[in-house]
């Protein structure tokens, strides 16, 4: 009789140990779903833009400072990608200086002033081959309508290695699938070291102009403006992508 109450306390104590078990097999794991979700709200918050280098247009221009004689041309996009948090932008702009072209004049006039743009007298393509705007912050300006703002956008740009901050204000669609901004990005050459022919060197005796054997009132005539226009229409690829 002891014997068989003791088997039933033994089989009793063990089927208490496996309910107990059990019970904390059932016990949830916490998953990490949690924190996948909160990464995927945060690139669907802060998406990245591809800019869209066919369709993306620049035309540059720039001239005399004391005549009315302009030229103008083309550059390429190579790359672009702009980061979005809400209303305010940052990214990178990567202009192809390969490019550079002129539209103005034509046959060997067109070929003189592209050789002479490209050469080390001003832009050095083959030693500096890309221009970038490195965008830090923009601020709305004013709200325009039809998903398009009027911002202040502020940077640093880089040309011939050398880098300084800029400001421009540009016209920019956030709200549809395909971004787009356009304006106008003023900039002093002269802060890129790209200083032929600049006033800044129309009284030093080390500069070209002595090579001109001329008057200083005649030398004017000959002086480039270091303001540099760049009109820009840049285009981006439909959607977004996550970071």
């Not at 060997?108 to 002479?116: D, I, K, N, P, Y």
């Not at 200083?195 to 129309?202: A, G, I, T, W």
């Not at 500069?207 to 009132?217: E, I």
Request: hydrophobic content about 35%; charged content about 25%.
């Amino acid at each position: 009789m002891k014997k068989i109450l003791i088997l039933i306390l033994i089989s009793n104590l063990a089927q208490a140990q496996l309910m107990d078990q059990s019970d904390k097999e059932l016990i949830p794991v916490k998953r990490l779903d949690n924190i996948a979700t909160k990464q995927e709200n945060e690139n669907l918050i802060n998406p990245t833009i591809i800019l869209n280098a066919g369709k993306s247009k620049f035309v540059w221009n720039g001239g005399l400072k004391f005549g009315p004689k302009t030229h103008n041309g083309k550059l390429r996009l190579l790359n672009g990608n702009i980061n979005l948090n809400g209303q305010n932008i940052s990214g990178d702009v990567v202009i192809n200086m390969l490019s550079l072209n002129n539209s103005e004049l034509i046959g060997t006039s067109s070929e003189r002033l592209v050789g002479h743009l490209r050469s080390a007298d001003f832009f050095d393509v083959e030693k500096y081959p890309t221009a970038k705007l490195s965008i830090k912050n923009s601020k709305v300006i004013e709200k325009l309508g039809d998903g398009k703002y009027k911002m202040l956008v502020n940077g640093d740009m880089t040309v011939k290695s050398k880098t300084n901050p800029v400001s421009f204000e540009a016209i920019i669609n956030l709200d549809s699938d395909i971004k787009t901004a356009e304006g106008i990005l003023t900039f002093n050459r002269d802060d890129f070291d790209v200083q032929y022919r600049s006033e800044m060197h129309l009284d030093d005796p080390k500069s070209f102009w002595n090579k001109l054997q001329t008057t200083r009132d005649t030398a004017k005539d000959k002086v480039i403006d270091e303001e540099i226009e760049i009109q820009f229409n840049v285009v981006s690829m439909p959607g977004v992508l996550s970071k």
